[in-house]
């Protein structure tokens, strides 16, 4: 120890500091003096003196090991014959008695990794003879019931989802630097990613950018899809892994999060694809799907998207938070156009998400209800809707649902439309509408009557205007 630490101290490594940093035992020093000796009579014309001038007051007495026969079956799950077990240990220089159970084994001076137990005399018996004569066989009793692990399982269940969308699962380091982090805020200059110097900062980094424990997945996920997109079209990444954040105790928080980067081409050119036109590229929507289709394979209810403008790493306007039953569990955006030059992504459309994992377990549900699909026939109407420009299409698609019931099965955006036909400042919105009853095939005059039960309610409620009907 004393060796190791004075190395470490003054950062002088020899070979000699390695092997004795290890422990040599006392006992191989007049075995050396010996070998010395000889060399020098042989090589150098010395003359060996006979006798040993040795100073060694306490000896270090012999490790004897009980080495039993039925102990070697258990662990290996075969027994070796006595001569086998006889010729491998001495062989190795160990020193054997017989005894009625199996072997007194004295252990020689050179083995220090060899500790009192028998299981490191069966683990050389095991690779002298070989690891291919382990038999295989089931255990002889019967496995405990497994305990679930609910936080696990749902982990699980997000890496599943995400890589079942398409997305690659990448592992970056959990170390980083407080340069790395500040790339995220643009103009950060000398100041930190998200205010304050609150990072946990190792004592003896092994290197400058490996200096503090990261807070945000994001720079590292950023880093791979920059290396990756130098010979690849298009990258959907994501990661799972832990954050580490000051708490003011002993110990730092952990809390999971998930973060995903999507950039270039949806999808790689094709031979039928029209002349002069790329695949389109990864945008917003692209990642809002995935955040929904997330959200869905997780049974989360009270889902929204709202506007936001913090995140300084997000692009302005083009940016929302998630809220899960009115709480934030995370951002997603486009990345803003500063940060993606400092990461070489430099006239890229980035998308990227971060989402609180511990939130996203603790909003799923145990148990989720399941409905029965309907047999009966589905009647499907449209609905063009003028609204104000700055109007989110979620607000109109709560009032659809609102107006509709439980006869209006889905609801889906299919059209926007900003143009002359239209007042200046106001957008267009056509949704498709499926109707489907529980109990009986509706008629005709049926569906318009809860169609029309749907345009009353967005003109009272939204003061909007049916498009084709109202003037």
Same mark, same amino acid.
């Given at each position: 120890?004393?060796?190791?630490?004075?190395?470490?101290?003054?950062?002088?490594?020899?070979?000699?500091?390695?092997?004795?940093?290890k422990g040599?035992?006392?006992?191989?020093?007049?075995p050396a003096?010996?070998?010395?000796?000889?060399?020098?009579?042989?090589?150098?014309?010395g003359?060996v003196?006979?006798?040993?001038v040795d100073?060694?007051?306490a000896?270090?007495?012999?490790?004897?090991?009980?080495?039993n026969?039925?102990e070697?079956?258990?662990?290996?799950?075969?027994?070796l014959?006595?001569g086998?077990v006889?010729?491998?240990?001495t062989?190795?220089?160990?020193?054997?008695?017989? %005894?009625?159970?199996?072997?007194?084994?004295?252990?020689?001076?050179?083995r220090?990794?060899?500790q009192?137990?028998?299981?490191?005399?069966?683990?050389?018996?095991a690779r002298?003879?070989?690891?291919?004569r382990?038999?295989?066989?089931?255990l002889?009793?019967?496995?405990?019931?497994?305990?679930?692990?609910r936080?696990?399982?749902?982990?699980?269940k997000?890496?599943?989802?995400?890589?079942?969308?398409?997305l690659?699962?990448?592992?970056?380091?959990?170390?980083?630097?407080?340069?790395?982090?500040r790339?995220?805020?643009?103009?950060?200059?000398?100041?930190?990613?998200?205010?304050?110097?609150?990072?946990?900062?190792?004592?003896?980094?092994?290197?400058?950018?490996?200096?503090?424990?990261?807070?945000?997945?994001?720079?590292?996920?950023?880093?791979?899809?920059?290396?990756?997109?130098?010979?690849?079209e298009?990258?959907a990444?994501?990661?799972?892994?832990?954050v580490?954040?000051?708490?003011?105790?002993?110990?730092?928080?952990?809390?999971?999060?998930v973060?995903v980067?999507?950039?270039?081409?949806?999808?790689?050119?094709?031979?039928?694809d029209?002349?002069?036109?790329?695949?389109?590229?990864?945008d917003f929507?692209?990642?809002?799907?995935?955040?929904?289709?997330?959200?869905?394979?997780?049974?989360?209810?009270?889902?929204?998207?709202?506007? %936001?403008?913090?995140?300084?790493?997000?692009?302005?306007?083009?940016?929302?938070?998630?809220?899960?039953?009115?709480?934030?569990?995370?951002?997603?955006?486009e990345?803003?156009p500063?940060?993606?030059?400092?990461?070489?992504?430099?006239?890229?459309a980035?998308?990227?998400a971060?989402?609180?994992?511990?939130a996203?377990?603790?909003? %799923?549900?145990?148990?989720?209800?399941?409905r029965?699909?309907?047999t009966l026939?589905?009647?499907?109407?449209?609905?063009?809707?003028?609204v104000?420009?700055?109007?989110?299409?979620?607000k109109?698609?709560?009032?659809?649902?609102?107006?509709?019931g439980?006869?209006?099965?889905?609801?889906?955006?299919?059209?926007v439309?900003?143009?002359?036909?239209?007042?200046?400042?106001?957008?267009?919105?056509?949704?498709a509408?499926?109707?489907?009853?529980?109990?009986?095939?509706?008629?005709?005059?049926?569906?318009?009557k809860?169609?029309?039960?749907?345009?009353?309610?967005?003109?009272n409620?939204?003061?909007?205007?049916?498009?084709?009907?109202?003037?």
């Amino acid at each position: 120890m004393s060796v190791r630490k004075t190395a470490r101290q003054f950062n002088l490594f020899s070979e000699a500091s390695t092997r004795f940093s290890k422990g040599v035992h006392p006992e191989t020093a007049v075995p050396a003096a010996k070998r010395a000796a000889e060399l020098f009579h042989r090589h150098a014309g010395g003359e060996v003196v006979g006798g040993i001038v040795d100073e060694y007051p306490a000896p270090i007495p012999p490790q004897t090991i009980t080495l039993n026969r039925s102990e070697i079956e258990r662990v290996l799950g075969f027994g070796l014959p006595d001569g086998e077990v006889e010729r491998v240990l001495t062989a190795l220089q160990f020193r054997l008695e017989n %005894t009625p159970w199996g072997w007194s084994v004295v252990t020689p001076p050179t083995r220090l990794d060899i500790q009192a137990g028998a299981a490191d005399l069966i683990e050389e018996l095991a690779r002298v003879s070989g690891y291919d004569r382990l038999p295989d066989r089931l255990l002889p009793l019967e496995m405990p019931t497994p305990k679930g692990n609910r936080s696990l399982q749902i982990e699980q269940k997000i890496q599943d989802t995400l890589a079942d969308l398409g997305l690659s699962e990448c592992i970056t380091y959990a170390l980083s630097s407080k340069e790395a982090e500040r790339k995220l805020v643009p103009g950060a200059g000398e100041l930190s990613v998200m205010g304050g110097p609150d990072y946990v900062t190792l004592v003896n980094p092994v290197s400058p950018e490996r200096a503090v424990m990261r807070r945000t997945l994001l720079p590292g996920l950023l880093e791979v899809a920059a290396r990756n997109l130098q010979s690849a079209e298009g990258v959907a990444l994501f990661e799972f892994g832990f954050v580490y954040l000051l708490a003011g105790g002993e110990l730092p928080d952990e809390p999971r999060r998930v973060a995903v980067v999507l950039c270039g081409r949806r999808s790689a050119g094709a031979w039928d694809d029209p002349l002069g036109v790329k695949p389109k590229a990864f945008d917003f929507f692209d990642l809002k799907g995935v955040v929904e289709s997330l959200a869905a394979a997780l049974h989360l209810g009270g889902m929204t998207f709202e506007p %936001t403008t913090a995140g300084p790493h997000l692009h302005p306007g083009k940016a929302a938070v998630l809220k899960v039953n009115g709480a934030e569990v995370g951002t997603l955006g486009e990345l803003h156009p500063k940060v993606a030059a400092v990461f070489g992504l430099a006239d890229r459309a980035v998308q990227v998400a971060e989402l609180d994992a511990e939130a996203l377990i603790a909003a %799923t549900p145990e148990r989720y209800p399941y409905r029965p699909f309907s047999t009966l026939p589905a009647a499907k109407r449209d609905v063009a809707v003028i609204v104000p420009d700055d109007m989110p299409a979620e607000k109109v698609l709560g009032e659809l649902r609102a107006g509709g019931g439980e006869l209006l099965t889905e609801v889906s955006l299919f059209d926007v439309y900003r143009g002359e036909s239209i007042p200046a400042g106001t957008k267009s919105l056509a949704f498709a509408l499926t109707y489907q009853p529980k109990e009986k095939t509706l008629t005709d005059k049926e569906i318009d009557k809860a169609h029309e039960k749907i345009e009353g309610r967005l003109r009272n409620v939204l003061k909007a205007k049916i498009r084709g009907k109202d003037a």
